[in-house]
């Protein structure tokens, strides 16, 4: 019987033909997927309050009006407080995303500006971005609730402005000059620890030259209407600052114009044109008015004059009313706070740092000249007041005194307080006068007047009676006929007349009569009775002998 035959092993090495088509799928399908992870871009999340008009799959993210991505989902975050935003932006994007890269909506809005976005009527709503150039990378943002003034890389300026709250100056206000628009107003922050408004502003190509380091900066209410111890004024600004405000800049008149501003520099933004120019005064002397008189009328920022010049600013009505008074005893005056700003005096020094302890020394001896403060009414029609310096002659001697540490200015009553002196020291000495003698000597006077009217009466009714007496009424007509036969008389003595030749040899023989009869009365003045004795002749005169 022969051996069985045993099959013998042999191991295959080669591969099947059978692996070639799934092998060749998977290479397409890690090829196709490496492909499509290739082309996605980088995942990013936006942040917004509120993601209206924002739908998954359909909103576009564009710059330059070019697509760079899509949103691919919408939702709210954990603790409710915002949308989160999943977008996916193209591969050429990745580089444009960094720290200072900004999105925001891109819709109709109606604004300040105008109108914008109504292409998105039809189209819808997408997201715009605005490429940074950070090197830090990022992959969440924040999106603006408003576009942006301009790119971070625009020509330009920008500055910082701090300011008081109450002021309405909001993101896209104008930024003036001398009524002309040259920039806008990118953010403003409200700091909650220092309480203050924080604004910056992008001062646009070619105008950033006009910032200067001397520049002020203050709110445009575009319409300002004030009647105060100053009068009435009113401006009216530009019909977008009259609509929504801004702001507007210069440089005040009795400053030179400074060297250009530096970037991200910061100023202070004031309420009015006024405050601005008051705000370079940083050199005065601070004093207190103990004032007896009124106070209503008297506002903060009011001026303080000398002789009309302004030479300072009223600062706080009433200021420390609490602190006790030199002289509490005997009166409880209203303390006001003044500062004297020196650089007022000379517009060519108010940009350059003053002497404080000269003008003091100045001033103190102005105070033994009888240099004095009152209060004034600036204007009759609101009873606004203002601080009047002036001197007096007969002012008081003032002691140096200082009222809640700051020496204390000199004063005197106001106008209206003078007045009211002066009716009373009249009305002081009327009551010192003895009233009962002047009575009866009026009474007594009046007497007399009474009787003379009486007797003033009796002689107009006899004038009366006289005028009308017929004769008096024919009295005018006898002296026109007497007048006018002494009128003919007188014309009988005219040179040609008869009468007036005979007058004339009349007279020439009496004049002959009296030339003859002279001997006559000349011998009887000599001898009286020679008229009856004969004229006694003189002696013949004798001859003498040596």
């Known amino acids: 019987m022969s051996e069985p035959q045993r099959a013998q092993r042999r191991i295959q090495r080669s591969l099947s033909p059978v692996w070639i088509v799934p092998i060749v799928a998977l290479l397409i399908g890690a090829w196709m997927i490496y492909d499509n992870l290739s082309r996605l871009g980088p995942s990013i999340t936006l942040i917004m309050d509120n993601a209206e008009g924002i739908e998954a799959g359909k909103t576009l993210i564009k ?35 960094n ?15 105008g109108v914008s976005g109504l292409g ?97 900066f203050w709110t445009a209410s575009g319409l300002d209407i004030r009647l105060d111890s100053q009068g009435f004024k009113v401006n009216v600004g530009s019909l977008e600052s009259l609509v929504s405000g801004g702001i507007t800049f210069g440089v005040p008149s009795n400053m030179t114009m400074g060297a250009k501003a530096k970037e ?47 030479v300072g600013t009223v600062m706080a009505v009433p ?31 108010s940009n350059q740092e003053v002497d404080i302890a000269q003008w003091k020394e100045r001033l103190n001896g102005m105070f033994g000249h009888g240099l004095r403060a009152s209060l004034k009414a600036g204007n009759l029609l609101t009873g606004a007041l203002f601080v009047d310096l002036n001197f007096y002659k007969d002012a008081p001697p003032f002691q140096s005194m200082k009222f809640a540490n700051t020496p204390v200015f000199p004063t005197t009553s106001g106008g209206f307080a003078q007045i009211e002196q002066k009716v009373s020291n009249l009305l002081d000495k009327l009551n010192g006068l003895e009233i009962e003698p002047i009575l009866s000597s009026l009474n007594t006077t009046l007497e007399s ?8 009466n009796h002689i107009a009714d006899s004038v009366d009676k006289l005028l009308a007496d017929p004769a008096t009424s024919a009295l005018p007509a006898n002296v ?24 004339t040899q009349t007279l020439s023989r009496l004049e002959q009569l009296m030339r003859d ?6 011998t009887l003045n000599e001898q009286p009775n020679a008229l009856i004795f004969n004229k006694k002749l003189p002696a013949d005169p004798q001859p003498r002998a040596k």
């Not at 609490?322 to 004297?340: C, K, T, V």
């Not at 007047?449 to 003033?456: F, G, L, Y």
């Open 264 to 310: 991200n520099a910061t100023y202070v933004l004031f309420n009015d044109e006024d405050s601005a120019k008051e705000g370079h005064y940083s050199d005065y002397l601070e004093y207190v008015l103990l004032v007896d008189d009124t106070v209503r009328g008297l506002s903060e920022n009011a001026p303080v004059e000398y002789r009309g010049v302004r």
């Open 99 to 113: 720290e200072e890269t900004q999105f925001w909506v891109v819709k109709p809005r109606i604004g300040r500006e």
């Open 63 to 97: 710059t330059r009006n070019v697509e760079i991505g899509k949103v691919e989902k919408v939702s709210l975050s954990q603790d409710l407080s915002h949308a989160e935003i999943i977008a996916r932006m193209s591969p050429q994007a990745s580089k444009m995303l």
């Open 449 to 456: 007047t009474a009787q003379t009217m009486n007797k003033v």
């Open 480 to 503: 026109n006929n007497t007048m006018r036969q002494l009128r003919d008389t007188l014309q009988g003595f005219s040179p040609d007349s008869k009468g007036y030749n005979e007058l």
């Open 319 to 349: 200021w420390n009313f609490s602190a006790p008074q030199p002289d509490s005893l005997s009166r409880f005056a209203i303390p006001i706070l003044i500062r004297i700003e020196p650089q007022r005096f000379d517009e060519q020094e």
């Open 120 to 216: 998105t009527v039809l189209s819808g709503a997408f997201i715009q971005l605005l490429p940074g150039n950070s090197e830090v990378e990022i992959d969440t943002f924040q999106v603006l609730d408003q576009p942006p003034v301009a790119p971070p890389d625009a020509p330009g300026l920008r500055i910082n402005l701090t300011s008081q709250v109450g002021n309405s100056v909001t993101t896209g206000d104008p930024v003036s000059y001398q009524g002309f628009t040259v920039g806008r107003v990118e953010s403003s922050e409200f700091n909650p620890v220092s309480r203050e408004m924080s604004h910056k502003l992008y001062i646009q190509s070619p105008y950033e030259g006009l910032v200067t380091t001397n520049s002020r």
């Open 517 to 522: 009869i002279q001997p006559v009365v000349r």
